[in-house]
């Protein structure tokens, strides 16, 4: 695979950039590979079958507090695509590597995976949406401005002319990305804010989804640790001999702040770990309460 940027190549990735992030290079598309249907990357956040299936493209992380679903939700906004028809999928950290950290940061935490994402997954989904019909308008020999787009389909009103979102993908993506991007109003949102079906559910009710927690190399070790019942405070004594004679330790590791031990399984890692006496020195944790914290927190103002 080449990976180079020509000169068009660049202008198409930046001209739509949105937050610092490029909307579009070209690379093969997932989704596509893994049905066997016909699929265009129209930009790096929205794929759209032939038969009018949206897959949205998302970089952050779900545990279970709705961002694969919310992300995608503004994406379908301002694409103004048939929500019965969209998935998800999260972006491959291989690609966003090869594709120059296309997808900004692919971390999550402190509650800004919507809130850190949503101004330049919009603009990927109006982008997508101008993109489109200003392929439609294109076939139709019209200005774009006289053409309309709805829940996946664009209209011409004047001559009552239609086409699908499926129909155009593989005209719009190669397409230059808007220079000007509108986004909707808020208040007109049909799709993002609302409470809609989450997409994670039903693949996680059937098992199918493969966690870290999941995940099995060979070699694989795993640890069971255990930390000072009172803040700030430290160990000061182990006797771990009982705990190293069980099936599958590897090694009990012991640092100031905690004593952990390594297994060839999680669950065996933990049981060894109930044998192992620490003696702990709480240190000045030991006469905390809710007094002296509440005392603490007065004299701070």
Known sequence: MTTGLNRRDFLRASAAAGGGLALQFSFPVPAAAASGAPATEVNAWVV??????????????????????????????????????????????????????????????????????????????AAARQMLVAAAAARWGVPAGECTAREGVITHPPTKRILRYGQVAAAAAALEPPRAITLRDPKDWRIAGKPLRRLDLPDKVTGKPVFAVDVALP???????????????SVRGVDSA????????????????????????????????????????????????????????????
């Open 48 to 125: 759209i079958h032939a038969d009018d299936r949206v897959v949205v493209r998302i970089a952050r992380s779900e545990m279970g507090q709705g961002t694969y679903t919310a992300l995608a939700q503004l994406v379908a906004e301002e694409l103004d695509c048939d929500w019965s028809r969209v998935s998800a999928e999260f972006a491959s950290p291989n690609e966003h590597i090869k594709r120059n950290r296309i997808w900004g940061s692919m971390s999550t935490g402190g509650s800004l995976g919507v809130r850190g994402s949503q101004d330049y997954v919009r603009r990927a989904g």
């Open 242 to 301: 009982e705990a190293e004679k069980m099936r599958g330790v590897k090694k009990v590791v012991r640092e100031p702040g905690f004593v952990a031990v390594v297994a060839d399984s999680w669950w065996r890692a933990n049981e060894a770990l109930k044998k192992v006496k620490i003696d702990w020195d709480p240190g000045p944790g030991a006469t905390a309460s809710t007094e002296t914290v509440a005392a603490m927190l007065r004299d701070g103002l």
């Open 219 to 233: 070699g694989l070790l795993h640890a069971s640790i255990a930390q000072c019942p009172v803040f700030g405070g």
